[in-house]
């Protein structure tokens, strides 16, 4: 909060100084041993250029006192106060921004080498957001009865999800796919692929992991299963809607994406 009048800042409740909202730094007690009311606003407790709080003996209400005197403020009347949203560090703004407040307040950790697999301009929210949870699930196998289904067989040792890896890879790769998890990432990640090519590879891995996992809770909860033509024939629909999506014949740097993707599955 950007104080200015005073009058619409909560002294205990809103968020204005430093160290964080008063009343979770002082407790209810501190109302009481401050004489301060809950719901008292700053012009109440700020007057005249000073600070007014009952007298008190605990130890850590005066150093808290001690820390609000020491923070600079001067009241101007008929200047209404002011939200601020934190961009950075000790950065405020008063428009607010999605990505800083998502920057702010997530875990920040390393980026991993195979973000871009996940995130990619031409990619689908919702099968990026799959295929990055089932990164590292492990159970037994809906599919082969597998007693460890952990991600590197579900991808794609287990003999059903191999056999629709297969079928939808095409010749992609340039190579025959390897049902080993591992050399798959490594290929993507290494491979020297065109734009096009690395663009479909990405789409189709993730449209398949969906379909993996669509199926698998299908056969966990409503005890239904498909044949895997039935899911190569879902991936290869999916994989030509989204290209038809990006309107990739009005765009240079796309033109050539549906004719990539039938010449990858000609045979």
């Known amino acids: ?10 002294f205990w409740t809103d968020l204005w100084h430093p160290k964080g909202r008063l ?3 002082a407790g209810e007690i501190g109302t009481q041993k401050l004489g301060i009311g809950r719901s008292a606003r700053i012009c109440d407790v700020f007057v005249d250029g000073e600070w007014r709080f009952r007298i008190c003996r605990d130890h850590f209400l005066q150093d808290l006192v001690h820390d609000i005197r020491e923070l600079p403020l001067i009241l101007t009347a008929n200047v209404p106060d002011r939200v601020l949203w934190r961009d950075g560090d000790d950065t405020y703004s008063s428009r607010f921004n999605s990505k800083n407040t998502w920057s702010n307040i997530r875990k920040k950790k390393d980026q991993v080498m195979w ?21 590292g699930q492990a159970q037994y196998c ?10 590197d067989h579900l991808f794609f040792a287990c ?9 939808v890879a095409g010749n992609l790769f340039g190579m025959d796919p390897d049902p080993d998890w591992d050399t798959t990432i490594t290929r993507l990640l290494t491979g020297h692929y065109d734009r096009l090519t690395f663009i479909l590879l990405r789409l189709e891995l993730q449209v398949t992991i969906y379909y993996f996992w669509r199926e698998r809770n299908e ?18 629909k999916t994989v030509r809607n989204r290209i038809m999506s990006t309107c990739y014949y009005l765009r240079p740097r796309l033109q050539g994406l549906m004719q990539r993707w039938f010449g990858a599955h000609d045979t």
Not at 2 to 10: A, P
Not at 159 to 167: A, D, E, G, S, V
Request: proline fraction near 6%; charged fraction near 20%.
């Open 115 to 135: 973000s871009r697999l996940i995130w990619f301009q031409q990619g689908v929210p919702r099968f990026a957001f799959i295929t990055w949870l089932a990164w």
């Open 219 to 236: 056969r966990l909860h409503n005890h239904v299963s498909k044949p895997v033509e039935h899911i190569a024939r879902l991936v290869d």
């Open 23 to 25: 009343i979770d730094l």
């Open 142 to 151: 809906l599919y082969c009865g597998e007693p460890d289904e952990t991600r």
């Open 1 to 10: 909060m950007k104080i200015q009048y005073g009058c619409s800042v909560r």
């Open 159 to 167: 003999p059903y999800t191999f056999t629709l890896w297969l079928k």
